[in-house]
């Protein structure tokens, strides 16, 4: 009988949490706790009756018997296609705060699985408490571990935060010509794909093109704090030259994704020094740095990134932290000193990321990579950088696959999330974790669409590295 299937994953870090997924007739519960699960369920035409093709996909969320969060979609069994639901696309997505916890899920919408992409629809969620103190909780003002130099932290990270949402590059592409956005999308894709796309086409996909290149994160910078990132790498730049002609955006500074213009940097100071404003021990790093970022995406001064700076500290309670503090000053004199946000740049790191390890579906040469690097491990940088996500957006196919396919809409990235994280994350929280933070330099751990798993694993990272 024609089915669809769906894969599940969980992961929680509270107690008294059952997370129950459901299609017609099976259900999956899950009560495990810091533990990483993987499940499937189908939507098979022989549950649904007579001349019924569309089954009810779900998920729930009990704390203690009392439910706090219910998803749905529905799935046609014949075609795979979602009909009406509550996460039909990334931007229904957004987290959940409530009682505390913080719930995190996502739902990969599956095509045909033309160039390896998943057959079957994905579906994750974590839950995890609202990690928006974590440093004061798990490194109280006046312990000993508030004593210990900050390089010995490890720090849960989203990547590429600024490109949390499409609102900078769709504000620029309703003022662009198709000329202007083939050629533009043209440099962050392989050759020839735009040259498929008819002219008629191009304004209408462009921002599925985008969403499925460059989009890595659906919470609100706010929010993301709250579920835990203290470190975020930041391209600040002035938006491409084609598009600043047309642009109705402030003559300011973007996080540039390749030539795709995301959050501004403004943005992001103004959101960080908010949080930390009200929460008094905590301390966020930014690294700012222009890995890919094109030449025709002008290029700020020291001096341009302090003006910015400075509008959005003046007032506050608040000081900046640079290299040399972040090397070799406890949390304990960062917080009496007040210097709760470092800003560094260019700053020499080292990092488990592979052009060819990261350009993977599965994840498989990742690990391989992340274990070559735990039997050298990296001495004398001051970073020391763990890239869970993967990069299927340098697969050639994938990203035809992902522009040419009836449902453009389906991210590439998200695609591979769950099912790397379900590996990865517990080798981070085992003794892999370990070996790749024994030497001195603060340990990121960074993740697309960023979870409650990612953050529990890091700061437990962070608690026993601190010892």
Known sequence: MPSKGIKCFSYSATNGIEIEFAVPKHKITKRDSHTFTTDQLEIDTKDLGTFKFT??????????????????????ALTGNLEDGSMNNLEQTHSIQTEGLIIVYGFYDAGPGHAGLPK??????????????WMRDVIPPGSAKADKRFNRMVLPSSHDIGMNNLTTALA???????????????????????????????NAIAPDIIR??????KDSLETILKIGSRYFEFRPAKCHRKFQAVSPLEDTWYFQHGAIPGMSYKQLLHDIIQFLDSHKDEIVVVHNRWDGVPADCPKPNDDDLRRVLDDEIRGKDLQVGNLDDMKNKSIKD???????????????????????????L???????????????????????????????????????ASVLDSDVSTSPLLATKPIIDAKILPLM????????????????????????????????????RLG
């Open 120 to 133: 079957q629809h994905l579906c994750y969620v974590t839950v995890t408490y609202s990690y928006e103190n």
């Open 55 to 76: 089954g009810k996909f779900e998920f729930k969320v009990r704390r203690d018997g009392r439910e706090i969060a219910h998803q749905w979609v529905d799935i046609n």
């Open 334 to 360: 960062l917080r009496n000193e007040r210097k709760r946000l470092i800003i560094v740049r260019d700053v020499n790191q080292v990092s488990n990321y592979d052009d060819a390890a990261n350009a993977t």
């Open 429 to 464: 929280a085992g003794e892999l974790g370990k070996k790749l933070t024994r030497e001195e330099g603060v340990a990121v751990l960074l993740n697309d669409f960023f979870d409650g798993g990612t953050a529990d694993v890091a700061i437990n990272m962070c608690r026993d």
């Open 172 to 202: 620029i592409l309703q003022k662009a010509g198709t000329g202007v956005i083939k050629e533009v999308l043209g440099r962050s894709l392989p050759l020839g794909v735009v040259e498929k796309v008819s002219d008629s086409a191009v």
């Open 362 to 400: 599965n994840g498989d040469p990742m690990i391989a990579k992340l274990n070559e690097m735990a039997n050298n491990p990296p001495r004398g940088h001051p970073i020391i950088l763990l890239q869970c996500q993967a990069t299927s957006t340098n697969i050639k196919d994938v990203i035809v």
């Open 212 to 217: 499925a290149l460059a989009v890595t994160q």
